[in-house]
């Protein structure tokens, strides 16, 4: 490397990007390489701010000790992105790549923009030679566009590697995702260049990451493994919530199903938990843009068979919501109602995509105010994904908490939409005593004790289980339903066929 005159390959990393990703993988990566200096850059001011100060950007357990411990030693924070660029022998990308909002591919396809203006800067300042390495989420052959730029721009005496090395890290276990990966991803160029890039990378992993875990390939496949991991784990989870309506309709436990499934050592117990839906910012986009590659390649039925797992999780949402106003009688109007987490998963203070704004939105469309407690979401972004100026405006209502018994008190009804640990050790029997009658728990994400909330007086409803119903209530209610099919089935016949015997 250029600016390198150590032996070690890599002296200096900047990463461009100082978000979910770029914030705590630079940071683990400063603790765990004492050697290296790390910088991580941003065009937002106030995120960059953020980093330098005692409150963080972003909440996730037991990473603002690694940055308190690695911030002004060899890890950095900062917008002057031009001379950390230059000094770096490897500059990560790892800038946001949303699904885009207008023109071709809109809905669908992954924008980007972002990616491409980090190439062509890289490309204007940067001399010597320099790793480049995409860690953003991007469309498989998207480094193809990266090295085009490169190449297109370069001057005498640079020279670039353009390497995939994609992110598997989930909100709420960055941290230790990050320092025990299940495996580290590096895709390179199969050329002499490209091996002195994969081993310089692969090199500043095994400062902590055994070296069988680190798997080099070819670029194209490690940016499609990418995609292919989030595509398999939200398949689980819609794959499960399928089942979790099967089993509301039948009186089997969605649980006891998951659990029998998961002993399965070929299918295992991960992601099998029913819930309102899956969240967050990566699943549904990443997602959407294998639905879009593959209908771009003529790949029509890859496409709708990875649309279903989008479908699917919009279903179980929309469910959620309506079995929650069915249950108060078909109608919420002027209903004050409890949401218990806002966040898109527990220990993250992220809400992209989170189930809880849908359900919240189709409560407030219902007419009803709505309470709203999250241990971390700040109130201002609660306001903002549900589009309301301030609390308590117009016709709708929205109220923020920050205590969990305020916030149930006077209401209808308490919806899990988050599974913090915290919100199964609550006292329930104090809640319900302030909450008016019938008191309703809807339990999005089964973590509540059902049992021990129907002994308080709560009528409790979950997911992938109809509560309260004993066996025997079971049999009458399917009795009762096949006379309801039999009845129409014979209103259809004498319809369309003029009875049973006109066939
Ligand atoms: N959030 C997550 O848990 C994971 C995300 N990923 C992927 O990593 C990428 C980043 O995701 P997040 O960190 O969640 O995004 P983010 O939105 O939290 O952070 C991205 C940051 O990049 C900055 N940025 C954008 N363009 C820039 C530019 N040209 N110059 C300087 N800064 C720029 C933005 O200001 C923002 O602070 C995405 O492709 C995502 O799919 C991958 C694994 C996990
Ligand atoms: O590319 C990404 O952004 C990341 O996406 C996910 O991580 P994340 O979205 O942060 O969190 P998950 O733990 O995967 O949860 C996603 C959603 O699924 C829900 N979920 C998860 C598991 C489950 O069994 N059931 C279920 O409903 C969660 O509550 C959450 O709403 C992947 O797990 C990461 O490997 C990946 O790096």
């Not at 010597?128 to 193809?144: L, M, N, Q």
């Not at 329930?428 to 005593?433: A, E, L």
């Amino acid at each position: 490397m250029a600016t390198n005159t150590t032996e070690t390959p890599v002296c200096k990393i900047c990463c461009i990007g100082a978000g979910y990703v770029g914030g705590p993988t630079c940071s683990v990566l400063a603790l765990k390489c004492p050697d290296i200096q790390v910088t991580v850059v941003d065009r937002s001011e106030l995120r960059i701010n953020q980093w330098n100060s005692d409150k963080l950007p972003i909440y996730e357990p037991g990473l603002e000790e690694i940055v308190k411990q690695c911030r002004g030693k060899n890890l950095f924070f900062s917008t002057d992105m031009i001379p950390a660029l230059k000094e770096a022998d490897l500059i990560f990308i790892s800038v946001n790549t949303p699904t885009k909002t207008f023109g071709l591919g809109k809905g669908r396809a992954a924008d980007l923009k972002f990616v491409e203006s980090c190439a062509r800067l890289i490309a204007d300042v940067c001399e010597g030679s320099k790793i480049v390495v995409e860690k953003s989420t991007v469309p498989v052959r998207s480094a193809a566009s990266i090295v085009n730029i490169l190449k297109a721009n370069t001057r005498p005496g640079v020279s670039y590697q353009v390497l995939s090395n994609p992110e598997f890290l989930a909100e709420g276990t960055a941290v230790n995702d990050l320092t025990q990966p299940d495996r580290v991803l590096i895709g390179g160029e199969e050329s002499e260049e490209g091996k002195k890039a994969i081993a310089a990378l692969s090199w500043v992993y095994q400062h902590w990451v055994p070296a069988e875990k680190i798997i080099h390939m070819n670029t194209w496949s490690s940016e499609l493994s990418k995609l292919a991991a989030n595509a398999f784990l939200a398949q689980r989870i819609s794959s499960i919530n399928a089942i979790s309506a099967v089993c509301e309709a039948t009186g089997a436990d969605v649980s006891e199903v998951a659990k029998a499934i998961g002993l399965d050592s070929r299918l295992g117990p991960k992601f099998l938990q029913a819930s309102v839906g899956f969240g967050g910012s990566c699943f549904q986009k990443d997602i959407l843009n294998l639905v879009y590659i593959s209908e771009s390649l003529n790949l029509t039925s890859v496409a709708a068979y990875w649309q279903q797992v989008i479908d699917m999780n919009e279903y179980q949402k929309t469910r959620f919501g309506q079995r929650i106003v069915q249950a108060m009688f078909n109608t919420i109007t002027d209903k004050h109602i409890t949401i218990l987490g806002f966040a898109f998963k527990k220990n993250t203070g992220d809400t992209r995509e989170s189930p809880a704004i849908y359900v919240a939105k189709h409560l407030l469309e219902e007419g009803a105010c709505l309470h709203i407690f999250d241990p971390k979401v700040e109130k201002a972004q609660i306001l903002l994904d549900l589009e309301q100026t301030e609390e308590k405006t117009g016709a709708s209502c929205v109220s923020i908490f920050d205590d969990p018994y305020e916030a149930a008190k006077g209401t209808h009804a308490l919806v899990v939409c988050t599974e913090w640990d915290q919100f199964v050790t609550y006292d329930y029997q104090r809640m319900y005593d302030s909450m008016l009658k019938p008191a309703f728990v809807f339990d999005g994400r089964k973590t509540l004790d059902h049992a021990a909330l129907t002994k308080i007086g709560f009528h409790v409803e979950t997911i992938g289980k109809r509560p309260g119903h004993s066996f025997q209530v079971w049999i009458k209610i399917l009795f009762l339903e096949r006379i309801k099919v039999d009845v129409s089935f014979r209103c259809w016949q004498e319809q369309n066929w003029g009875g049973a015997n006109g066939i």
